[in-house]
């Protein structure tokens, strides 16, 4: 499978809800990064998941919790959804060499 | 202060014009990407440098590593090009993650 893909492509919760994002991507990409971007800003980093374990996370709470499987999937989970939580959520995956990437298309979560 | 900087933040273009957008960053780095985003969300790596010049196509990056500058060139531009480029470094004591610029709106007029 080529390509990185991303589910759903929008979603609408409601302040206090729990959601799932989730990221398939390419066959031997090992390396998955989730990054938030808000309206008009760049993409911010949330971590970063090498072989299933988490190697890296930026200033996220940690209501803000991932997992990567062995089929080179992976999820995003957010518990106690907050306003600011809206956002455009971009999944990348790299293969070992770390440097090149593949970004998803994004998933477009509105919190009422 | 962001640790990338991109000038400017919007530019509007008449088609066929050449276009220049700059990235200066502030870290060490051990890479830089070029990204292109278009209304929607959807992100394509143009570019990934780590010294020199690369082209593909009307599209041309460069990399002064001393300076901590990059620039990414549009010759001949087309409306199609219009979308947000953005700029984004691997930050040498990060390991792998990246820290992106805020991105450059780029309208090219017909």
């Known amino acids: 499978e080529t390509g990185v893909t991303q589910s759903p492509t929008h979603l609408i919760k409601t302040r206090g809800q729990q959601v799932t994002l989730r990221c398939s991507s390419q066959s031997g990409h090992n390396t998955v990064s989730w990054y938030q971007q808000a309206l008009g800003q760049g993409p911010q980093f949330i971590f970063q998941y090498y072989r299933e374990e988490e190697n890296g996370r930026g200033n996220f709470p940690p209501r803000f919790s991932g997992l990567q499987f062995p089929n080179y999937s992976s999820e995003l989970n957010v518990n106690a959804l907050e306003l600011d939580d809206s956002a455009l959520y971009l999944c990348?995956?790299?293969?070992?060499?770390?440097?090149?990437?593949?970004f998803g298309s994004g998933t477009r979560l509105t919190v009422v | 202060k962001n640790e990338v900087e991109q000038s400017p933040q919007n530019l509007t273009a008449q088609e066929g014009e050449f276009i220049t957008i700059n990235c200066s960053y502030s870290v060490g780095i051990s890479a830089l990407h070029w990204l292109q985003q278009h209304p929607g969300g959807g992100i394509v790596s143009l570019f990934m440098l780590s010294s020199g010049k690369k082209k593909h196509g009307r599209l041309i990056a460069t990399i002064n590593i001393q300076e901590k500058h990059s620039s990414l060139h549009i010759t001949a531009s087309h409306p199609r090009d219009s979308a947000v480029y953005i700029c984004?470094?691997?930050?040498?004591?990060?390991?792998?993650?990246?820290?992106f610029g805020e991105g450059t709106q780029l309208t090219v007029n017909p």
């Open positions: 984004a470094v691997v930050d040498e004591t990060s390991g792998s993650r990246l820290t």
């Open positions: 990348a995956s790299s293969p070992d060499s770390v440097y090149g990437y593949t």
